[in-house]
């Protein structure tokens, strides 16, 4: 072997002892952190998406844009995941990502889109967050979008928080009517109940469990005059309105 060969060798194994005395000078948990990143921007479909779930659940810096490119993914799991890391990161810094999640197919991604959005109270989400609370599908989903429009005080939320208390689902009212209590609506116990008096069956029943939701004491008399109801559920449904009412007003 001539010695400019033995020179190469000599260059390559001191550069290799190098990597290794540098990689060796890296705390663990700074290595791990790059393996894990490494993993969720590459092109290996598998270890990708185990990648995404394990840094769904940690705290992991550098993660932002390729969990930017996963989110637009068609794929259900790995767009859910990736927004679950993007709520972690910046909501409102990748409010594009989870206002166009909202119009998936698969409930999974629009649910985790809703929970990072009704997270952060901006008005400039109203109209989707009302878009979901009228047209998606599933109750819990416009459960959600109710609650979250009771924070950001938009003008057109309180109508459409009103429309849901008319003709929604029961998880969807209950959600309509505490989300109006969170904005200060308190008036809406009194048109419950103006509704509850001239309602029969179990829409009287239900109307009262909406009641109890709105902490007003001045509810409390006409509520006390229901005790003497000739149906005995009405007289159970105005006792625990009455008495929910009092402990919410404590």
């Known amino acids: 072997m001539t010695s400019r060969r033995l020179i ?14 540098a990689l ?28 995404l779930e394990k840094a769904a659940t940690l705290r992991v810096s550098g993660l ?4 930017r490119r996963a989110a637009t993914s068609s794929d259900r799991v790995e767009r859910s995941l990736a927004l679950e890391i993007l709520a972690r990161i ?10 166009g999640a909202l119009d998936s197919p698969f409930r999974s991604v629009r649910l985790r889109a ?19 609370l009228e047209h998606d599908p599933d109750p819990d989903l416009r459960a959600l979008a109710a609650r979250g429009l009771g924070l950001p005080g938009a003008p057109e939320a309180r109508a459409a928080l009103r429309g849901a208390l008319a003709n929604g689902h029961p998880v969807v009212q209950a959600a309509a ?36 939701l709105v902490p007003d004491p001045g509810l409390v008399p006409p509520l006390a005059e229901l005790l003497e109801d000739s149906d005995s559920v009405v007289r159970v449904a ?9 402990e919410q007003s404590r």
């Open 90 to 99: 910046d909501v409102a810094g990748n409010g594009d990502l989870f206002l």
């Open 114 to 132: 809703l929970k990072a959005l009704v997270m952060l109270p901006d008005p400039s989400f109203a109209p989707r967050l009302i878009e979901v």
């Open 238 to 246: 105005a006792a625990a309105a009455i008495l929910s009412i009092l």
């Open 8 to 21: 190469q060798l000599g260059a390559a194994l001191a550069a290799v002892l190098a990597v290794l005395s």
């Open 24 to 51: 060796a000078e890296i705390p663990p948990g700074e290595r791990a952190a790059a393996v894990l990143r490494d993993a969720v921007a590459g092109k290996e479909e598998g270890a990708r998406l185990f990648a």
């Open 177 to 212: 009517a505490r989300a109006l209590v969170a904005g200060g609506d308190l008036g809406i116990g009194r048109e419950l109940l103006a509704r509850a008096r001239v309602a029969t069956g179990t829409e009287r029943r239900k109307l009262l469990g909406l009641v109890a």
């Open 64 to 67: 932002e844009e390729a969990a």
